[in-house]
Protein backbone atom coordinates (compact mmCIF):
# COMPACT_ATOMS: atom_id res chain seq x y z
CA UNK A 1 0.00 0.00 0.00
CA UNK A 2 3.13 1.97 0.48
CA UNK A 3 4.29 4.62 2.64
CA UNK A 4 4.01 8.26 3.38
CA UNK A 5 5.53 11.07 1.36
CA UNK A 6 8.22 12.32 3.71
CA UNK A 7 9.61 8.43 4.16
CA UNK A 8 9.20 7.64 0.39
CA UNK A 9 10.99 10.40 -1.32
CA UNK A 10 7.00 10.75 -3.79
CA UNK A 11 5.27 13.71 -4.11
CA UNK A 12 1.59 13.74 -2.53
CA UNK A 13 -0.88 10.53 -3.80
CA UNK A 14 -3.50 9.46 -1.08
CA UNK A 15 -3.37 5.71 -0.39
CA UNK A 16 -5.79 3.63 0.94
CA UNK A 17 -4.78 4.60 4.44
CA UNK A 18 -4.37 8.13 3.78
CA UNK A 19 -8.07 7.97 2.09
CA UNK A 20 -9.63 6.17 4.82
CA UNK A 21 -8.07 7.68 8.21
CA UNK A 22 -7.89 11.55 8.59
CA UNK A 23 -4.56 13.17 9.81
CA UNK A 24 -5.88 12.59 13.34
CA UNK A 25 -6.25 9.26 13.83
CA UNK A 26 -3.13 8.72 11.27
CA UNK A 27 -1.21 10.93 14.02
CA UNK A 28 -3.06 8.64 17.07
CA UNK A 29 -2.50 5.05 15.27
CA UNK A 30 1.27 5.98 14.16
CA UNK A 31 1.95 5.86 17.96
CA UNK A 32 0.36 3.18 18.80
CA UNK A 33 2.03 1.18 15.60
CA UNK A 34 5.54 2.54 16.50
CA UNK A 35 6.43 -0.36 18.38
CA UNK A 36 5.08 -2.95 15.93
CA UNK A 37 7.40 -1.36 13.45
CA UNK A 38 10.12 -1.76 15.41
CA UNK A 39 9.83 -4.93 16.54
CA UNK A 40 9.04 -5.69 12.17
CA UNK A 41 12.52 -4.21 12.15
CA UNK A 42 14.53 -6.26 14.45
CA UNK A 43 12.97 -8.91 13.01
CA UNK A 44 14.88 -7.78 9.67
CA UNK A 45 11.52 -7.33 7.99
CA UNK A 46 11.24 -4.68 5.34
CA UNK A 47 8.88 -1.28 4.72
CA UNK A 48 8.69 -3.18 0.65
CA UNK A 49 7.40 -6.25 2.24
CA UNK A 50 5.08 -4.60 4.95
CA UNK A 51 3.82 -3.00 1.98
CA UNK A 52 3.41 -6.35 -0.01
CA UNK A 53 1.62 -7.81 2.34
CA UNK A 54 -0.70 -4.91 2.33
CA UNK A 55 -0.77 -4.82 -0.62
CA UNK A 56 -2.06 -8.74 -0.77
CA UNK A 57 -4.58 -7.91 1.86
CA UNK A 58 -6.30 -5.53 -0.47
CA UNK A 59 -6.33 -7.53 -2.80
CA UNK A 60 -7.49 -10.25 -0.85
CA UNK A 61 -10.71 -8.63 0.65
CA UNK A 62 -11.79 -7.03 -2.42
CA UNK A 63 -11.67 -10.23 -4.97
CA UNK A 64 -12.72 -12.89 -2.38
CA UNK A 65 -15.17 -11.50 -0.82
CA UNK A 66 -16.44 -8.63 -2.78
CA UNK A 67 -17.63 -11.23 -5.94
CA UNK A 68 -19.45 -13.03 -2.87
CA UNK A 69 -21.20 -10.00 -1.82
CA UNK A 70 -20.03 -10.17 1.44
CA UNK A 71 -19.44 -6.17 0.96
CA UNK A 72 -19.17 -5.87 5.01
CA UNK A 73 -16.79 -8.08 5.81
CA UNK A 74 -14.74 -7.59 2.32
CA UNK A 75 -14.27 -3.70 3.51
CA UNK A 76 -13.34 -5.05 7.17
CA UNK A 77 -10.51 -6.96 5.80
CA UNK A 78 -9.51 -4.54 3.21
CA UNK A 79 -10.01 -1.67 6.06
CA UNK A 80 -7.49 -4.29 8.93
CA UNK A 81 -4.71 -4.25 6.12
CA UNK A 82 -5.14 -0.58 5.78
CA UNK A 83 -2.81 0.18 8.59
CA UNK A 84 0.09 -1.32 6.81
CA UNK A 85 -0.11 1.94 5.19
CA UNK A 86 0.76 3.71 8.68
CA UNK A 87 3.50 0.16 9.70
CA UNK A 88 5.11 1.00 6.75
CA UNK A 89 5.94 4.11 7.17
CA UNK A 90 6.69 4.26 10.57
CA UNK A 91 9.56 2.30 9.61
CA UNK A 92 10.59 3.56 6.78
CA UNK A 93 11.02 7.21 8.87
CA UNK A 94 13.05 5.03 11.60
CA UNK A 95 15.33 3.45 9.36
CA UNK A 96 15.46 6.96 7.72
CA UNK A 97 14.69 5.47 3.98
CA UNK A 98 13.71 7.41 1.27
CA UNK A 99 14.25 5.95 -1.95
CA UNK A 100 12.90 6.29 -5.60
CA UNK A 101 12.04 2.32 -5.70
CA UNK A 102 9.89 2.69 -2.95
CA UNK A 103 8.06 5.73 -4.16
CA UNK A 104 7.59 3.46 -7.39
CA UNK A 105 6.58 0.40 -5.39
CA UNK A 106 3.80 2.71 -4.03
CA UNK A 107 2.84 3.94 -6.26
CA UNK A 108 2.35 1.09 -8.47
CA UNK A 109 0.41 -1.02 -6.25
CA UNK A 110 -1.69 1.82 -5.10
CA UNK A 111 -2.92 1.32 -8.82
CA UNK A 112 -3.33 -2.38 -8.07
CA UNK A 113 -5.64 -2.43 -5.18
CA UNK A 114 -7.48 -0.08 -7.00
CA UNK A 115 -7.98 -2.29 -9.59
CA UNK A 116 -8.80 -4.67 -7.09
CA UNK A 117 -11.14 -3.08 -5.14
CA UNK A 118 -13.55 -1.89 -8.69
CA UNK A 119 -12.94 -5.35 -9.95
CA UNK A 120 -14.38 -7.12 -7.25
CA UNK A 121 -17.37 -4.87 -7.53
CA UNK A 122 -17.58 -5.74 -11.53
CA UNK A 123 -17.21 -9.47 -10.52
CA UNK A 124 -20.35 -9.14 -8.29
CA UNK A 125 -22.89 -7.21 -10.82
CA UNK A 126 -21.50 -9.73 -13.50
CA UNK A 127 -22.41 -12.48 -11.21
CA UNK A 128 -24.22 -12.91 -8.61
CA UNK A 129 -25.50 -9.36 -8.77
CA UNK A 130 -26.37 -9.57 -12.19
CA UNK A 131 -26.91 -5.92 -13.12
CA UNK A 132 -24.53 -5.53 -16.53
CA UNK A 133 -25.40 -1.73 -16.24
CA UNK A 134 -23.53 -1.59 -12.46
CA UNK A 135 -21.08 -3.68 -13.72
CA UNK A 136 -20.07 -1.71 -16.74
CA UNK A 137 -20.16 1.37 -13.92
CA UNK A 138 -17.66 -1.06 -11.89
CA UNK A 139 -15.52 -1.52 -14.64
CA UNK A 140 -15.67 2.19 -15.80
CA UNK A 141 -14.55 3.57 -12.13
CA UNK A 142 -11.62 0.95 -12.31
CA UNK A 143 -10.38 2.44 -15.83
CA UNK A 144 -11.00 5.87 -15.37
CA UNK A 145 -9.45 6.44 -12.06
CA UNK A 146 -6.57 4.42 -13.91
CA UNK A 147 -6.36 7.17 -16.40
CA UNK A 148 -6.70 9.96 -13.75
CA UNK A 149 -3.54 9.02 -12.25
CA UNK A 150 -2.02 8.83 -15.46
CA UNK A 151 -2.48 11.36 -16.51
CA UNK A 152 -1.10 13.47 -14.08
CA UNK A 153 2.06 11.22 -13.78
CA UNK A 154 2.46 11.41 -17.54
CA UNK A 155 2.01 15.60 -17.47
CA UNK A 156 4.52 15.72 -14.81
CA UNK A 157 6.98 13.44 -16.28
CA UNK A 158 6.99 16.29 -19.53
CA UNK A 159 8.07 19.20 -17.07
CA UNK A 160 3.82 20.02 -16.09
CA UNK A 161 2.99 20.88 -12.99
CA UNK A 162 -0.39 19.81 -13.71
CA UNK A 163 -1.53 22.21 -11.01
CA UNK A 164 -5.23 21.18 -10.75
CA UNK A 165 -7.53 19.79 -7.71
CA UNK A 166 -9.72 17.29 -9.31
CA UNK A 167 -13.34 17.10 -8.61
CA UNK A 168 -12.85 12.81 -7.37
CA UNK A 169 -9.35 12.17 -6.90
CA UNK A 170 -8.28 8.95 -5.34
CA UNK A 171 -9.24 9.90 -1.78
CA UNK A 172 -12.68 10.85 -2.65
CA UNK A 173 -13.08 7.20 -4.69
CA UNK A 174 -11.78 5.19 -1.95
CA UNK A 175 -13.37 7.23 0.94
CA UNK A 176 -17.00 7.20 -1.57
CA UNK A 177 -16.61 3.15 -2.79
CA UNK A 178 -15.48 1.64 0.67
CA UNK A 179 -17.85 3.46 2.79
CA UNK A 180 -20.95 2.92 0.78
CA UNK A 181 -19.62 -0.91 0.10
CA UNK A 182 -19.28 -1.44 4.10
CA UNK A 183 -23.09 -0.26 4.84
CA UNK A 184 -24.37 -2.08 1.84
CA UNK A 185 -23.25 -5.35 3.71
CA UNK A 186 -25.44 -4.56 6.75
CA UNK A 187 -28.15 -5.72 4.50
CA UNK A 188 -27.08 -9.10 5.29
CA UNK A 189 -27.68 -8.66 8.82
CA UNK A 190 -31.22 -7.45 8.24
CA UNK A 191 -30.72 -3.53 7.67
CA UNK A 192 -33.31 -2.45 4.77
CA UNK A 193 -32.46 -0.51 2.13
CA UNK A 194 -29.09 0.01 2.65
CA UNK A 195 -27.80 -1.88 0.08
CA UNK A 196 -28.61 0.65 -2.35
CA UNK A 197 -25.96 3.11 -0.89
CA UNK A 198 -23.11 1.05 -3.24
CA UNK A 199 -24.96 1.76 -6.60
CA UNK A 200 -25.33 5.35 -5.95
CA UNK A 201 -21.80 5.71 -4.61
CA UNK A 202 -20.62 3.61 -8.27
CA UNK A 203 -22.36 6.28 -9.98
CA UNK A 204 -20.94 9.16 -8.30
CA UNK A 205 -17.59 7.68 -8.41
CA UNK A 206 -18.03 7.55 -12.20
CA UNK A 207 -19.41 10.80 -13.11
CA UNK A 208 -16.90 12.32 -10.64
CA UNK A 209 -14.00 10.65 -12.27
CA UNK A 210 -15.44 11.44 -15.60
CA UNK A 211 -15.19 15.29 -14.57
CA UNK A 212 -11.78 15.04 -13.24
CA UNK A 213 -10.23 13.57 -16.02
CA UNK A 214 -11.83 16.25 -18.17
CA UNK A 215 -9.93 18.50 -15.61
CA UNK A 216 -6.96 17.22 -15.93
CA UNK A 217 -6.78 17.16 -19.99
CA UNK A 218 -7.73 20.90 -19.93
CA UNK A 219 -5.11 21.55 -17.38
CA UNK A 220 -2.07 19.57 -18.91
CA UNK A 221 -3.59 21.51 -22.36
CA UNK A 222 -3.03 24.80 -21.16
CA UNK A 223 -0.14 24.32 -19.50
CA UNK A 224 1.51 22.42 -22.70
CA UNK A 225 0.48 25.57 -24.54
CA UNK A 226 2.48 28.10 -22.01
CA UNK A 227 5.19 26.25 -21.49
CA UNK A 228 5.39 26.09 -25.75
CA UNK A 229 5.08 29.26 -26.18
CA UNK A 230 7.58 30.58 -23.05
CA UNK A 231 9.95 28.29 -25.08
CA UNK A 232 9.41 29.91 -28.18
CA UNK A 233 10.07 33.23 -26.88
CA UNK A 234 13.19 32.26 -25.09
CA UNK A 235 14.52 30.92 -28.15
CA UNK A 236 13.51 33.66 -30.54
CA UNK A 237 15.37 36.19 -27.68
CA UNK A 238 18.19 33.90 -27.22
CA UNK A 239 18.44 34.06 -31.67
CA UNK A 240 17.99 37.94 -31.11
CA UNK A 241 21.21 37.99 -29.41
Not at 35 to 48: H, Y
Not at 70 to 80: D, P
Not at 186 to 204: D, M, N, S, T
Request: proline share 3%; aromatic share 10%.
Amino acid sequence: MGQPVASRGRAATPTVGKAMLNKYARAFFTRVLTPLAAFLIRRGVSPDTVTLIGTAGVVAGALVFYPMGEFFWGTVVITLFVFSDLVDGNMARQLGRSSRWGAFLDSTLDRVADGAIFGGFALWYAGAGDDNILCAVSIFCLASGQVVSYTKARGESIGLPVAVNGLVERAERLVVSLVAAGLAGLHKFGVPGIQYLLPVALWIVAVGSLITLVQRVVTVRREAAEADAAAQENHGTEAAK
